[in-house]
């Protein structure tokens, strides 16, 4: 169990587009999924935490209105890049916490590849 | 301030030898930790955690040792494959549902 899953899991774009990235719990219901971002050869930085049900918690440094998270439901948070710019160009990991199991472990989606142009 | 850190960037070993790995970490109020190992162009994969009140855990070739008196973490490879080659994250966790804070990660390079 715990498998996460990440949609599309590479897209190039132009800039000035808008790009939606879906990350899905397929075998759990996540009440909370994390969104990361990670530039060549670095960590992971956490963007936001995204919350079933209400407004995600975004960390500093991090625009809400050019990154959009919705967490519409248990399983499922969307990630929507908004105007993209080459900037932007990044991978993008997501992540989320089993309620079911006695540990506070994330587990990781494949990640999305984004390039924009 | 808070961080999760790693002493080497690098590390390179001869296939079958052992690797260790270590990361240093500056909360005290960190209760939880996990090594991740990432793999070119996918996403973390957990590989050991370990609470607080333990010192040692051992799974299938991995061992994390922690020393919560120098706030030290490391992760043992036994008899290190070329399959292991990757980058390590150390992560920690104040409990909750906050979220987990990385390491800067170590690639680890398997001589064959």
């Known amino acids: 169990g715990a498998v996460v899953s990440q949609h599309p899991s590479r897209v190039i774009c132009k800039s000035g587009t808008s790009v939606k990235i879906e990350c899905r719990s397929l075998d759990f219901q996540a009440t909370t999924m994390f969104w990361y971002r990670q530039f060549p050869k670095q960590s992971l930085m956490l963007m936001a935490t995204s919350n079933e049900g209400s407004k995600a918690t975004y960390e500093q440094g991090v625009e809400k209105d050019k990154f959009l998270i919705n967490h519409a439901s248990l399983t499922l948070s969307t990630l929507t890049v908004t105007s993209a710019h080459p900037e932007d160009s990044s991978f993008y990991i997501c992540?989320?916490?089993?309620?079911?199991?006695?540990?506070?472990?994330?587990?990781f989606g494949p990640g999305t590849r984004l390039t924009v142009l | 301030g808070e961080s999760v850190g790693l002493h080497l960037p690098t590390l390179s070993v001869q296939e079958g030898d052992n690797s260790i790995i270590n990361c240093a970490y500056s909360n005290s109020a960190s209760d939880y930790f996990i090594w991740y190992k990432q793999e070119s162009g996918k996403g973390p994969q957990f590989i050991i955690d370990i609470r607080s009140n333990m010192d040692k855990r051992q799974g299938q070739r991995v061992t994390v040792l922690l020393n919560k008196t120098v706030k030290h973490l490391s992760l043992q490879i036994a008899a290190t494959q070329p399959g292991d080659s990757a980058v390590y994250f150390c992560a920690e966790n104040k409990g909750g549902n906050t979220p987990l804070v990385f390491g800067k990660g170590t690639r680890l390079s398997v001589i064959a």
């Open positions: 992540s989320a916490r089993h309620p079911g199991l006695a540990t506070d472990t994330q587990y």
